[in-house]
């Protein structure tokens, strides 16, 4: 199954269903311009290693910060 897109947690609930063995690695950019969500990551890149385990690459969702006319939003 592709997990590429979806929410961490529910590609470890799929995985933890199908009893199949799987690592999860975290990746976060060098300049902290934006601010991270950390409690929502999500599968950027998934691979199947030699030994039959898959590997998700997650990251965090980033904070963007939007000019409106009466001042900054975060969203």
Known sequence: MNYIGQHLSDAIQ???????????????PA????CLDSDTFYVIQQRLNA???????????MGKEVFLNHGIQNY
């Not at 799929?14 to 976060?28: E, F, G, H, M």
């Not at 039959?52 to 990251?59: D, M, P, Q, R, S």
């Open 31 to 34: 300049r902290k311009h934006f």
């Open 14 to 28: 799929d995985l933890d269903a199908a009893n199949t063995k799987y690592i999860v690695q975290y990746t976060s």
């Open 51 to 61: 030994d039959g385990t898959i590997c998700l690459i997650a990251a965090a969702k």
